[in-house]
C-alpha cells in the first residue's frame, strides 16, 4: 500500500482555481484507481474524480467540465484541476488510491471557495 500526501488546497474566490497534488510513497502503477474525495461538513464522503491505471477517468456530475483528473506515473503523483470553482465546493479534499482490495487515503487538504 502507498502513503498519500496531498498538498495545493486554500482560500479561492467563486470563479477561481486550484491545483491539488497527491504524491504516493511508492510507485502507482500498480494501484487500479486513483482518485479525490471531498467532505463537507455535515456531509458524507463523495468521490469527485478517478482515474484508472490505463488512464480513463470519471467525475461527479457536480464537477464535470470544471475539474480534471490526471496522473503523472514517472512522479508517482496523481493532480486535480478545479477551475471555474463555486462556494459549494468547500470541502476537505481527500486523496485515494485502490490497489485490489486495499484502500489508501491521504491526511486531506481544505478547500475553501468564497464569494
Known amino acids: 500500500q502507498v502513503q498519500l500526501v496531498e498538498s495545493g488546497g486554500g482560500l479561492v474566490q467563486t470563479g477561481g482555481s486550484l491545483r491539488l497534488s497527491c504524491a504516493a510513497s511508492?510507485?502507482?502503477?500498480?494501484?487500479?484507481?486513483m482518485g479525490w474525495y471531498r467532505q463537507a461538513p455535515g456531509k458524507q464522503r463523495e468521490q469527485v474524480a478517478r482515474i484508472n491505471s490505463g488512464g480513463s477517468t470519471n467525475y461527479a456530475e457536480s464537477v464535470k467540465g470544471r475539474f480534471t483528473i490526471s496522473r503523472d506515473n514517472a512522479k508517482n503523483t496523481v493532480y486535480l484541476q478545479m477551475n471555474s470553482l463555486k462556494p459549494e465546493d468547500t470541502a476537505v479534499y481527500y486523496c485515494w488510491s485502490k490497489e485490489g482490495r486495499f484502500d489508501s487515503w491521504g491526511q486531506g487538504t481544505q478547500v475553501t471557495v468564497v464569494t
Open positions: 511508492g510507485s502507482i502503477l500498480s494501484t487500479n484507481f
